[in-house]
């Protein structure tokens, strides 16, 4: 374990200063999203209208966008949040779910990645390998099998689009240009529910916010949400009572129980 790498330190100072995150995000989990960001004590916000995108976004002291349930429209009101929060200063996190399905996702992860600064691109292995074009396809919105060296993969977008890259999975991947790190929390459990991948996000952009080490916020963020998924795993009878312990445990975590359980690896 890094010894710069103090999650639960990351996390009293979510509690702290309880960031606005401003989401444009996919409407099939944008609840789940709001309320992962509320149980930390952090401030969420769903604010898509292309009218409003900016202003709200002036207010926010981080920028969550994801493609899940994207529209034309839409991708124009992220550019325009995304181009207030790069003027601004304050980190923008794109989650590329479900590039590699679709041209048309294709095609607007790689507009939005051109138009506007991204700091973090979260996906997983097939969306990830994707946007860095890899020849990959994604089965909807989950991932398909990829037969890559995903550290590699993270490492050489992080250093071409010059920002920290997260690969979500069975184990979590995330490279800035010099470090790569390795986090082994979570349960299997959390791919039984629809919209894990999306609360991972909402939760790197709310680290993000307090923190200007990208990458260091990401890890922060994936071992709070793993170690409390292991957490509700140990007492939940079935998916609907995990995900109601899950947010019960992000709630209730503690120094000790976040010290015992993280594991992170740095290659």
């Known amino acids: 374990m890094d010894p710069t790498l ?5 996390l009293a100072k979510v509690k702290a200063e309880k960031p606005l995150v401003h989401h444009l995000t996919n409407w099939v989990t944008i609840y789940d999203c709001a309320n992962v960001v509320k149980v930390l004590g952090a401030s969420p916000v769903m604010a898509h209208a292309p009218e409003e995108a900016a202003d709200m976004a002036r207010l926010a002291q981080a920028l969550v966008l994801n493609i899940g349930t994207l529209t034309g429209p839409m991708v124009e009101a992220m550019k325009e ?6 003027s601004k200063g304050i980190p923008v996190v794109l989650d590329v779910c479900g590039a590699g399905a679709t041209p048309f996702r294709d095609q607007k992860s790689q507009e939005l990645l051109e138009a506007v600064r991204i700091d973090i691109i979260k996906g997983n292995a097939s969306e990830v390998a994707r946007v860095s074009g890899e020849t990959v396809h994604t089965r909807g ?3 398909s099998e990829v037969s890559l060296d995903l550290a590699q993969v993270a490492r050489s977008l992080a250093r071409a689009r010059r920002a920290t890259v997260v690969i ?3 184990a979590d991947i995330v490279a800035d240009a010099d470090r790569l790190f390795v986090v082994k ?4 459990m959390l791919t039984r529910l629809v919209g894990t ?3 991972a996000t909402s939760l790197i952009g709310t680290f993000a916010a307090v923190s200007p080490d990208l990458a260091r916020a990401a890890v922060a963020a994936l071992v709070t949400f793993g170690v409390a998924a292991e957490e509700a795993a140990l007492s939940a009878a079935g998916p609907a009572t995990f995900k109601e312990k899950l947010f019960d445990c992000l709630y209730n975590l503690d120094e000790t129980t976040i010290r015992r359980r993280q594991r992170v690896e740095k290659e």
Not at 81 to 86: E, I, P, Q, Y
Not at 185 to 188: A, C, F, H, L, V
């Open 141 to 143: 919105v989950d991932a």
């Open 81 to 86: 949040a995304a181009r207030t929060a790069n």
């Open 168 to 170: 979500t999975g069975e």
């Open 197 to 199: 991948g999306c609360m």
């Open 6 to 10: 103090e999650v639960f330190s990351l």
């Open 185 to 188: 929390n979570g349960d299997p």
